[in-house]
């Protein structure tokens, strides 16, 4: 035992301890230097802002590390008040805390030590974390939580002359446990609010840097996935964007365009007049305009000018819609108009005129014969006109949503398909029929009205489409699945490949001189295609222009009942 404490190596201890010490502040204030460097110079070459996520995660780790090894502290963490709630968050990454902890880790600004910081914009030093009536326990028990220094995250707002006009908290800054067993001093407090204040910049621009680059990345996808063409044009005539659309209308490939001018990029004069009047007039405008890429296009473009902060005009945004199709459906319905108007005309003014000579002969000069022709005349006008008009009627009940009527019934195709065939008859003295129904042909359960209006339909395209005559041929048998199939050919003007898909839409006619040669609605084989699959049939057709065509049409023989009662729900 040395009982005894000898002084001369007291003594020296003391020396070589005060040595230690020396060594010690002298490597804190070199790495306190550093610091100071190291953010001035950040600060200086921080000219490109911090705009995504990832960058400002990797600052701020950095950042963290090196307060850590100024401050002595074993960790770090900031926390930032969530928008719109009272509530502080602790925020990743942080130095010497799980992501856990760190998730874990809010306080609610009434509480607690950061609660207090947070509030009155004051640092705290807390000694001893466990017996300090201010902390939170369960949060210093969480965190392993020794001492801590905390002080304010606050942003200013400065003038033009450099005087602070605001100033606002938004978080807190925590360091924990002092390494060596030591405890936060006033030093630290000055470093840490030092460095506070440029983490608080930092933070809050970056987070607003990376808000506005969001909402512009947001922006920019909505404005490629528009079906809109968009193109910016600014006040020198410059492209300064093209959406994806606008890029397929004017054949621009991929980047090619921004930055560019207009008349470099977009050939369309209509498209220059347009821009250009907007930006002389400052007047917004909208037009139809017909582009060529290469077969005509419709747009309807709509211009708008673009303004800066003081209200000048920095631009021209102009959108482009496509109504090519409504264009053409509206050039359709005027056809279908005047070719209704012509087809109600042609057979009344045969029965008016076989009328008036019928009664204008009264001296008997038509012999009974002859009266008899008229009168045939006129029936079979008056046919053409109900079936038009029941062409209409059905047209307008399928447009207006509602389902189409069936009255079920047995019904014998083959005798069906003979009677529609003999009355066909009488508009043709170019054609020739041939029939072929299976003699097992069974019966089915359908409207009989509605599968006469389609083999009617069905029969008088095959004798219009076939101008120089022909064989029309009805070919009808039983096929698997308890179904039956119909199909009718002719020799005629055939269909082009690309027009087959669209036959079954309404209105449409088939583009060639041929076809517009006979008169027609374009409603016929809309309401074959709708009078099939109400009887949960199926309608295709196979064609060879120049060769002929045939329409087949597969029905089941009884209707399934489910949509049964749902088409009979529907109608009532
Ligand atoms: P339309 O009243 O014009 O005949 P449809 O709807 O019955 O109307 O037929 C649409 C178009 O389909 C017709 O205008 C015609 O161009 C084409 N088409 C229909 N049937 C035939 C056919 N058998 N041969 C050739 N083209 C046909």
Not at 305 to 312: F, I, K, M, Q, S
Request: charged share 30%; with cysteine; glycine share 6%.
């Amino acid at each position: 035992m040395t009982g005894q404490t000898d002084p001369v190596r007291q003594d020296e201890e003391i020396r070589a301890e005060l040595e230690r010490l020396r060594a010690r502040i002298a490597e804190l204030q070199e790495s306190k230097r550093q610091l100071e460097a190291e953010l001035q110079e950040s600060s200086a070459t921080a000219q490109a802002p911090i705009t995504t996520s990832a960058e400002l995660e990797s600052t701020l780790r950095w950042f963290l590390r090196r307060v850590g090894m100024i401050l002595q502290a074993e960790k770090a963490v900031l926390m930032l008040q969530e928008p719109d709630r009272r509530e502080l968050v602790a925020q990743w990454p942080a130095l010497g805390l799980s992501r856990d902890d760190v998730e874990a880790f809010r306080v609610h600004a009434s509480q607690g030590v950061s609660g207090q910081v947070f509030r009155e914009g004051r640092p705290i030093i807390t000694d001893d974390a466990m017996s300090d009536p201010r902390t939170i326990k369960e949060n210093v028990a969480l965190l392993n939580i020794r001492n801590v220094l905390t002080v304010p995250l606050m942003i200013e707002r400065k003038d033009a002359e450099g005087q602070i006009v605001e100033k606002s908290t938004i978080g807190v800054f925590n360091v924990f446990n002092k390494r060596g067993g030591g405890r936060f001093a006033e030093e630290d407090v000055t470093l840490l609010t030092a460095l506070a204040k440029s983490a608080a910049s930092v933070i809050s621009s970056a987070k607003l840097y990376i808000a506005v680059a969001d909402e512009k990345r947001e922006l920019e996808q909505t404005l490629q996935g528009m079906l809109a063409g968009v193109l910016v044009v600014d006040d020198e005539n410059r492209v300064r964007l093209m959406n994806s659309a606008a890029k397929h209308i004017f054949g621009v490939p991929g980047e090619d365009g921004t930055g560019k001018l207009l008349s470099q990029v977009i050939r369309d004069e209509e498209v220059h007049d347009l821009v250009r009047s907007c930006l002389d007039g400052n007047s917004e405008a909208t037009a139809e305009v017909s582009i060529y890429s290469p077969e005509e296009r419709i747009y309807q473009v709509q211009t708008a000018l673009l303004r800066g902060e003081n209200g000048d005009v920095s631009g021209v945004v102009a959108t482009f819609n496509d109504i090519t199709e409504l264009r053409g459906v509206e050039r359709m319905k005027s056809e279908f108009v005047s070719t209704v108007s012509h087809e109600l005309r042609t057979p009344l003014t045969s029965i008016k005129g076989f009328i008036r000579t019928l009664l204008d002969d009264t001296e008997g000069y038509y012999d009974r014969e002859t009266q008899m022709e008229f009168y045939r005349i006129i029936d079979t006008e008056c046919d053409r006109l109900v079936r038009l008009i029941n062409d209409l009627l059905n047209l307008s009940r399928i447009e207006s949503g509602r389902a189409l009527d069936l009255v079920l019934d047995e019904v014998d195709l083959g005798e069906l398909i003979s009677r529609v065939v003999d009355s066909q008859r009488a508009y043709t003295d170019r054609h020739e029929f041939d029939i072929v129904v299976a003699d097992d042909l069974p019966h089915i359960n359908a409207d009989r009205d509605k599968i006469d209006q389609v083999l009617t339909n069905l029969l008088s395209n095959a004798i219009k489409y076939s101008p120089d005559g022909g064989t029309i041929s009805v070919h009808a048998r039983e096929i698997e699945g308890n179904k039956v199939s119909v199909s009718v050919t002719d020799q005629g003007i055939g269909i082009p490949e690309d027009q087959i898909n669209k036959l079954f839409t309404r209105f449409h006619r088939v583009d060639s001189r041929d076809s517009r040669k006979q008169y027609g609605t374009g409603i016929g084989l809309y309401l074959v295609k709708h009078l099939i699959e109400a009887h949960q049939g199926e309608v295709s057709v196979t064609s060879q222009p120049g060769e002929g065509s045939t329409f087949t049409f597969v029905l089941p023989t009884e209707l399934s009942t489910d949509e049964g009662e749902e088409h009979e729900a529907k109608a009532s």
